[in-house]
């Protein structure tokens, strides 16, 4: 079993259920195993107006999990055109880049300096950016 995870005869703590108010997981439409996805019948997808693939949240309170669907943002109606914008004036004049300096390069860096990370490491919870 997998650090964290729980069998069907365990409790958690009042602390594990205090820290586990939401969990966001993608849906699959098959038990395929992979870390992080969660089966769902396909009646309750339809309740939640999910599709396969879509997402859902769960949410703990006390000693119970509720089901929710998650509604993604958005798209902002500006970025597509501002990054259209960018790269026709990168073509246009590619001269007018410039790199960073090594004064501003070095303080992008510093507050990183030391900190170790393993980009193949899942991300735990809800992230928003």
């Avoid at 594990?16 to 870390?35: E, F, I, Q």
């Avoid at 070095?106 to 899942?122: H, K, L, S, W």
Wanted: glycine share 10%.
């Amino acid at each position: 079993m997998t650090p964290g995870a729980q069998s069907r005869n365990d409790t958690p703590s009042a602390a594990d259920r205090a820290s586990a108010t939401r969990h966001v997981s993608p849906l699959l439409g098959t038990g395929d195993g992979v870390k992080g996805q969660t089966t769902v019948p396909k009646a309750i997808r339809q309740a939640l107006g999910v599709g396969y693939g879509g997402r859902i949240a769960f949410r703990v309170e006390g000693n119970t999990v509720s089901v929710h669907a998650v509604t993604e943002p958005e798209q902002d109606p500006a970025l597509a055109p501002f990054l259209a914008l960018l790269e026709r004036d990168i073509a246009a004049r590619p001269n007018a880049l410039l790199s960073f300096g090594p004064e501003l390069a070095a303080r992008m860096t510093e507050p990183t300096e030391g900190v170790e990370v393993d980009p193949d490491t899942p991300i735990e919870g809800e992230v928003a950016l």
